[in-house]
């Protein structure tokens, strides 16, 4: 009899201390809305892609499938390279989007003021280029609002679109530009031009991938040591290649048609 007690005792308190594995979680079930924090660790993260998928409405990599393309800069301002890049669009009468980091706009506030003087839209890059996903909540927040007050005081108005840096949001930072009425936009087409390649390799990876509504990333600024000088001297050739294949060159509010400030 008394053994019996024994087992019964040891099965109670073996089946009290198991735990089915995470694995086992109802796979119907959504993914968790909060993939950052302390209890975010167990929870399945998405990927870009995914993210892409679920929050349509607010993650954009390209537009319609109309005969538009928008040239799309980032990193900017900066005065060895921006100022250079906005000649070729005045020569061309070619209207671009670039993303603007704040603490470089706080450096050069005149090539800010240029861009906009010439019929450019203004998105926001950021205050000093993190990758947002390592970020807490606060300090997202406070990168994007930040940057987004510095832009107001330069361009008149507070930008509806944001470009994290390196491409790179979780999904609690998604919901929140979605509350707040941003719009997340990356792109579609890589120019690779930040690796400071040459003319011809910069053009290639322009219009070989190119189509109707893509977003093209090129750069108009960059770190210590950076050559953009392939983007520079691709651009011309670039601009009359699309519009040679019969593109529309366009802003990305124009081609997104969201306004391009912020409610």
Not at 134 to 142: E, I, P
Not at 215 to 227: D, E, F, K, T
Not at 239 to 242: D, P, Q, S, T
């Given at each position: 009899m008394r053994v019996r007690l024994i087992m019964l005792m040891v099965i109670v308190i073996f089946l009290g201390g198991y735990h089915a594995p995470v694995s086992s979680r109802d796979s119907s079930s959504p993914p968790s809305e909060s993939v950052s924090g302390s209890d975010a660790g167990e929870e399945e993260q998405l990927t870009l892609g995914q993210l892409r998928q679920k929050y349509a409405d607010t993650f954009k990599t390209n537009g319609p499938s109309t005969k538009k393309v928008a040239l799309t800069f980032d990193d900017v301002p900066d005065p060895r390279f921006t100022p250079q890049v906005l000649e070729v669009l005045?020569?061309?009468n070619v209207r671009a989007t670039f993303f603007i980091v704040g603490s470089r706009a706080e450096k050069h506030p005149d090539l800010v003021k240029r861009i906009i003087k010439e019929g450019h839209m203004v998105g926001n890059h950021s205050y000093n280029h993190p990758e947002f996903s390592?970020?807490?909540?606060?300090?997202?927040?406070?990168q994007i609002l930040h940057t987004g007050d510095i832009i107001r005081?330069?361009?008149?108005?507070?930008?509806k679109m944001i470009r994290p840096p390196y491409g790179d949001i979780n999904e609690e930072q998604l919901r929140w530009a979605a509350r707040q009425h941003y719009s997340i936009v990356n792109w579609n087409v890589d120019s690779l031009d930040w690796k400071g390649l040459s003319k011809e390799q910069v053009k290639d990876n322009i219009l070989s991938a190119v189509k109707p509504g893509s977003?093209?990333?090129?750069?108009?600024?960059?770190?210590?040591?950076?050559?953009l000088n392939g983007t520079i001297e691709a651009l011309p050739e670039i601009?009359?290649?699309?519009r040679n294949r019969g593109y529309e060159l366009v802003t990305l509010d124009e081609m997104l048609g969201l306004p391009k400030a912020k409610d």
């Open positions: 005045k020569k061309y390592k970020l807490s909540m606060n300090a997202f927040r406070k005081r330069l361009a008149g108005y507070t930008p977003i093209v990333l090129q750069h108009a600024g960059g770190g210590v040591g950076s050559n601009i009359e290649e699309l």
